[in-house]
């Protein structure tokens, strides 16, 4: 590089493509001649080579000069180059940005983004629950009811979904949010299928938040997820990650409420989240046929009052539920651990000291897990649960607690597990299959011959299997195994339009009683039809 600057240079400072320096001469030899005239020859060619000396000193600084400025453009040209790139990263942020900003409403400062879908469904089951896209697994006939030898076909669009989420800035640090979402599956007593199917709005969640970024605190207060359903990343609302299916009660194993609850949770670097939720409390109750005939009969629940559909009852309970909830994102996968305890609540007499009301503990704990086994092609998640008194919080909906003769509450041990892996093949195809079961101890009694309690193997099963006949049949244990997809035949700018189908094949098996265990099966068919405006 420096040869040809310098060739460049002197080429430009002689006006000549070429030359040639010498060093000095050697002394020519004498001549016979005027020595006179030698040394003023002589001198004239120092003279000259000097000359040419300080001309090459000056283009050589010259060509340093040139060199000096290359390698500062050259700087500069990268530098340029950094900066193009800097911006273009930042162009493409902004669009994104932009285009996001899109999707929402401004009103007074505050973001506002719509969500939901519009949903046509179908549903088949082999037997009768006589229930509409949301399954009752522990309600699966057994063959001594009429429904037990009938099919069921409903047509649906109750699980179509609306939600408004309302967000803004305080300050840089303090971010404010409000969700709210509905669905059309709540069944006022007016509402049935004859002729308008005219079914009413239902709550599923409705709560606000408060995230404090530079302490990592996050609160939510109002209707929500309970905090021990599984979340895809962190412990942050709306990333609860449900089975892709289309039955509107999931399947068996999966551990969820939707309950209004006050949270607290830190994120330690968003990479651990450590959460604690107070939620509102309720009981399920498995009670003895032969209830009426224990020597204590215990107060549970109440007729309900303002606010409540006075068909139904509600328990007693005047404790909260209390969750604690530790989750990670180290970077691979997510993962999470927590525990709920729960306290029950009734009221009884006991010899000798009057009726008063007692408190029963129960609760549990579990895990869950997601891992991108091939990222963003295959997922497998799996969760689980143990515990007494944990039924409610199940698919399948199976019995908290029973009672002893006494009337003292006796929780339920339960066990639930849920594992599924989703098949991305392509853009527009999910594929999924998923497995889960929930199954309970036995709490059994009896009181000078009478059986009392869950499983009690005293219990008449002996016309499970005949229509008209005699069954209690309590409920062991209910498992599922399910298959399905979704196709996107349309992602666009007007939204997303998707079709999809699932089939299940359930199983309820109950505890061993007088003639045998007996076994409800059920197969059913779903499709779904759903656009997604925004």
């Known amino acids: 590089m420096r040869s040809k600057l310098l060739a460049v240079a002197i080429a430009a400072g002689l006006g000549v493509t070429s030359f040639h320096v010498c060093a000095d001469p050697a002394p020519a030899p004498a001549k016979k001649t005027h020595t006179t005239s030698q040394s003023s020859d002589a001198a004239s060619k120092n003279a000259e080579i000097e000359a040419l000396k300080a001309q090459l000193q000056a283009l050589q600084e010259k060509v340093s000069e040139l060199e000096q400025r290359t390698d500062a453009q050259s700087d500069i040209n990268v530098a340029n180059g950094q900066n193009i790139e800097a911006v273009q990263k930042q162009q493409a942020a902004t669009e994104a940005q932009v285009k996001k900003s899109s ?32 399954s009752s697994y522990n309600a699966i006939p057994y063959k001594n009811s009429v429904a037990g030898h009938a099919a069921e076909t409903r047509f649906s669009a109750r699980q179509s979904r609306v939600s408004l989420l309302a967000q803004g800035d ?14 059309f599956i709540g069944g006022a007593q007016t509402a049935n299928s004859n002729e308008s199917n005219s079914f009413n709005p239902r709550e599923r969640n409705v709560y606000m938040t408060i995230d404090w970024d530079n302490p990592g605190l996050h609160l939510l207060a109002g209707q929500n997820w309970s905090l021990l359903t599984l979340n895809s990343k962190g412990i942050t609302p709306r990333t609860e990650l449900t089975p892709p299916q289309i039955d509107a009660q999931y399947l068996p194993g999966f551990t969820w409420a939707r309950q209004t609850q006050i949270r607290l949770v830190k994120d330690f670097d968003k990479t651990w989240w450590l959460g604690i939720s107070l939620e509102n409390p309720q009981t399920t109750f498995g009670v003895s046929p032969n209830q009426s005939k224990a020597p204590v009969q215990p107060v549970y629940n109440i007729a309900a009052g ?24 180290p970077g691979y996968g997510h993962y999470e651990i927590f525990g709920i305890g729960r306290a029950f609540y009734n009221r009884y007499a006991t010899p000798g000291q009057g009726t008063s009301n ?61 594992a599924g892996l989703t098949l991305h093949a392509t853009p527009d195809w999910d594929i999924y299959a998923f497995g889960g079961r929930e199954r309970e101890d036995k709490e059994a009694f009896d009181y000078n011959g009478v059986p009392l309690g869950i499983g009690n193997p005293l219990y008449n099963n002996a016309g499970c299997n005949t229509e008209g006949g005699s069954c209690v049949g309590n409920t062991k244990e209910i498992w599922q195994g399910t298959m399905g ?27 061993e009683g007088v003639g045998g265990a007996p076994k409800a099966k059920e197969d059913m068919f779903f499709t779904s039809f759903r656009y997604y405006p925004f």
């Open 170 to 183: 305080v300050s840089p640090d303090t971010h404010v949010a409000g969700y709210i979402e509905a669905d």
């Open 358 to 418: 007692h408190n029963v503990y129960g609760g549990g704990y579990g895990i869950g897990v997601i891992l991108p086994l091939v990222e963003k092609v295959l997922d497998f998640q799996f969760s689980g649960m143990q515990g007494r008194g944990i039924g409610r919080y199940g698919s399948a909906q199976l019995p908290d607690v029973t009672f002893r003769p006494n009337g003292s509450i006796a929780p339920i041990k339960e066990n639930m597990l849920l």
């Open 306 to 329: 303002s606010g409540f559909d006075a068909a139904n009852t509600l328990s007693l309970n005047h404790i909260p539920d209390v969750v604690v909830k530790l989750a990670a994102d």
């Open 485 to 511: 997809f979704w196709w996107k035949f349309y992602q666009g700018k007007f939204g997303k339009a998707q079709f999809g189908a699932q089939y299940s094949h359930t199983e309820r098996e109950a505890f």
């Open 103 to 134: 999707d929402k409403l401004a009103y007074k400062g505050v973001n506002i983004t719509l969500g939901g879908f519009l949903a046509a469904e179908t549903i088949y089951r082999s037997h009768n629950e006589g229930a509409d896209i949301a």
